[in-house]
């Protein structure tokens, strides 16, 4: 019950629905202390584990005694911190439990304001006993948005059926060194296919009523040596081109209506600190009106990491002023100590009515201020966080995102075949899923409660289809322990094929090979799992190396005889079975690379989006070119690509005006015996330009299922703006002048290629720009009806 008069009844202006949210939050903000706005600016971690066993960055530093709950919300709260995610708990029984923090919440303040609730759910709803799908570099290797927006409603679905608000996700973040340990995060190396994707995203949360939160605006991928928050020596252009697209799309195209800053320090401001980025471009230029929610600890680090305020009180002032609206994860500098700056006139009270003002307006928009808002749902005692519609999303994003990287004909595996399975992911259930999982992001630290999920390995689901497998794990996936590889070679000589499965195991700030915190020295297989690999290929047995890892490690010349190669990006709870699947030939791989596998273990990464110089040259010993490209795939049956044109040319077929759309076509035709997957890529080449430009770039895309024999033309409408770039003078222009627009299998083999002249005078652009390339298929007969 509400304690308070100016909680209850209909006359409160706040709680007039028929008022817009601006309406309802100005009604109030005059009313609230100083005490009341700063508590509604921070959240607070009631169940953070403060052990040295955390599951944010320097957690264990930054998390001291809190005061009893009583006094921590008596002048209400602005949000509650992972209450599912921070140890396991019943889904029933966490919901009931959030219910009465809420009531708590709501009784002890003087307007009875709910806290917003946010969560993890980068693969799933970070929650024991919740369904987890496949890595963010899946979701790139499906090529599928579509499917990720149908995950992405489910898990807010559950979300929200648990009483939570707000999701921290997805990860925009275009990797641009594989060696950093959050690559497993990103969905990829192009700024089109992880704005595409991640705009997808965004649409099915926020549909399911989950406010979704860009991670990381903006950079943090960029860092120097692929080290976790560490600097990024990034040029303003580069930010531009590469880094802040994918934000755009999500803005835009998805409706965001929050944005989490990035620990990054860019050029020696940290973002956290940066008006101009947060405030002059994503609300002045961008017109964002959402919240800015800062990382975990980022308010403080002003102070303890990046040296740039000399308190708490000064990193408050710095964060606040720079555009940040509420600090995560817990209350620290936004609490007493920019209190106390705020009464001694050190900060602007409009600053901090600025950030209560949109903080207000969003839980309005949730329903949060509304009369006959409910602590605890209805149907509450069904609740459940894995079902069979979501696992069934899971799979089908799981199949789609294995990607068949060479094959030699020893792919699918013949029925009789006596197959050894070998390797240390290949028994492993924690080997098919990522850091941000539940099992691995907080289950690791409760061993005694389980995985809380079916999780099939590799073999568990190959055995179930091939009758004759032995296994042998070979050696762990780190350390330096061989003993076990002679058994493993045994097992391999004596089969007619070896499934060789590598890779990684996800963990936390060096409690893994891959995840938050587990950056890479060189792109090597971790541990002694190069020796397995050479000693197993040595054998002559055909040998499947498969690959699940969270990031593309080097295939150079040792790998060269393996019979073919498979890469899975932690597929998710149902990999497994999705795997098998692939390597039997039940599933027809459809998956394409949404990272470049690097050729050396031991150059400086690079993604394929370099300029000229960037790529192999005479100039320099060193040699960039991947073992295998961006967008690269392979399939069961085999595909004709024809006929690339332009469609309706005016009287000059190459002109494409600045202002304009060009439409191109190519035909597309199933040659093979079975059904199977298409991945259709167009790439842009834009020669000669006033800045130095990526060789190509990806500019649109689309999966196209085909039976044996079909034909289909396959229509993309590029718009002129999806060709601009940051000019000489800071600003997105449209240059005039002659390109390319490239069909592509993968970035690196054209199939067509149709020379286009941007003609015109030379345009600038903004944030308003065009930003998609538009996709048609239209099916055609198929070959045999009309032979």
């Known amino acids: 019950m509400r304690s308070q008069s100016l909680s209850d009844g209909g006359a409160a202006p706040w709680r007039d629905q028929r008022l817009s949210p601006t309406e309802r939050a100005e009604a109030l903000l005059p009313m609230m202390s100083i005490e009341e706005k700063i508590a509604q600016l921070v959240g607070v971690w009631v169940g953070a584990d403060a052990s040295g066993e955390g599951v944010a960055p320097h957690q264990s530093d930054m998390i001291s005694e809190l005061p009893p709950w009583s006094t921590v919300i008596r002048y209400g709260l602005g949000q509650l911190t992972r209450p599912f995610g921070t140890a396991p708990v019943d889904p029933v029984s966490g919901a009931r439990s959030l219910a009465a923090s809420q009531a708590q919440i709501v009784a002890a303040s003087r307007f009875g304001i709910p806290a917003q609730v946010h969560e993890e759910c980068l693969t799933g709803f970070a929650a024991w006993r919740a369904t987890v799908y496949p890595t963010p570099l899946s979701w790139g290797a499906s090529f599928d948005p579509e499917l990720v927006e149908a995950m992405a409603d489910r898990i807010g679905r559950s979300m929200r059926a648990a009483g939570v608000h707000q999701g921290l996700a997805p990860v925009l973040d275009v990797t641009r060194d594989y060696r950093w340990g959050r690559t497993e995060e990103t969905i990829g190396e192009d700024p089109y296919l992880v704005g595409t994707t991640g705009a997808a995203y965004v649409r099915g949360l926020e549909r399911a009523g989950v406010v979704a939160t860009l991670k990381h605006f903006a950079g943090y991928s960029a860092s120097r040596g692929g080290r976790n928050l560490a ?165 089908r994003l799981a199949r789609e995102s294995v990607v068949l990287v060479r094959n030699t004909g020893v792919l699918p595996l013949a029925a009789a075949s006596r197959v050894a399975l070998v390797g240390p992911v290949a028994d492993d259930p924690m080997g098919m899923l990522g850091c941000y999982s539940f099992p691995n992001h907080v289950g690791v630290n409760h061993s005694d409660f389980g995985l809380g999920l079916a999780i099939p390995t590799l073999r568990d689901e190959l055995a179930r289809r091939v009758p004759m497998l032995t296994h042998e794990p070979g050696c762990t996936v780190t350390g330096d322990d061989t003993s076990g590889i002679p058994a493993a070679v045994a097992a391999a000589a004596a089969a007619d094929v070896c499934v060789l499965a590598v890779g990684d195991r996800a963990g936390m700030f060096g409690r893994g090979t891959s995840g ?227 069909f592509g299998r993968s970035s690196g083999e054209v199939a067509a290629a149709l020379p286009l002249r941007l003609v015109g005078t030379e345009r600038q652009v903004g944030f308003e720009r065009e930003l998609l390339t538009s996709v048609r298929v239209e099916p055609l007969v198929a070959v045999a009806q009309s032979a």
């Not at 590469?242 to 860019?266: D, H």
């Not at 964002?288 to 600890?297: L, N, S």
Request: aromatic share 6%; with cysteine.
């Open 516 to 742: 938050e915190g587990c950056d890479a020295v060189d792109l090597r297989l971790p541990g002694v799992q190069s020796d397995l690999v050479r000693a197993v290929l040595a054998t002559g047995t055909p040998v499947v190396l498969v690959l699940m890892t969270g990031r593309p490690y080097a295939l150079g010349p040792e790998f060269d005889d393996a019979a073919a190669v498979v890469q899975a990006f932690f597929l998710g709870q149902l990999g497994g079975q999705a795997l098998a699947e692939v390597l039997t030939g039940a599933v027809n791989p459809s998956g394409r690379l949404p990272v470049s596998v690097p050729r050396d273990a031991g150059g400086l990464p690079s993604t394929y989006l370099a300029p000229p110089l960037g790529r192999r040259t005479k100039v320099s010993s060193i040699d960039p070119t991947p073992a295998y490209p961006f967008g690269h795939g392979l399939s069961y049956t085999t595909f004709e690509w024809s006929d690339a044109t332009v469609v309706e040319p005016g009287e000059d077929p190459t002109a494409w005006p600045v202002d304009g759309e060009v439409r191109v076509r190519i035909t597309v035709a199933n040659t093979g015996e079975r059904a199977g997957t298409e991945v259709v890529q167009l790439y842009l080449h834009d020669p000669v330009a006033q800045t130095t430009r990526p060789v190509v770039r990806l500019i649109g895309y689309t999966r196209l299922p085909m039976a044996p024999g079909e034909v289909a033309h396959v229509t993309f409408g590029v718009p002129a703006d999806v060709a601009s770039f940051t000019g000489l003078t800071g600003r997105r222009i449209v240059e005039p002048g002659d390109v390319e627009l490239r």
């Open 231 to 395: 600097p990024v020596p990034m040029g303003r252009r580069e930010l531009a081109d590469v880094i802040l697209p994918p934000f755009e799309m999500a803005l835009r195209l998805g409706g965001a209506r929050s944005v989490m800053n990035s620990y990054a320090e860019i050029d020696g401001l940290p973002v956290a600190a940066d008006r101009g980025l947060l405030t002059g471009l994503l609300r002045d230029e961008w017109g964002f009106t959402g919240t800015v929610v800062a990382d975990y600890f980022a308010v403080r680090f002003l102070q303890t990491l990046h040296g740039v305020a000399g308190d708490a009180a000064e990193a408050a002032r710095l964060a606040l002023r720079a555009g940040i609206d509420v600090e995560l994860p817990t209350v620290d500098a936004f609490g007493e100590p920019l209190v106390q700056a705020a009464r001694r006139g050190e900060v602007d009270e409009a600053l901090i009515d600025s950030a209560l003002r949109r903080v207000l307006i969003q839980k309005i928009e949730l329903g949060l201020l509304d009369e006959g808002w409910q602590e605890l749902p209805d149907d509450v005692a069904s609740l459940r966080f894995d079902d069979e519609a979501s696992q069934d999303i899971a799979l």
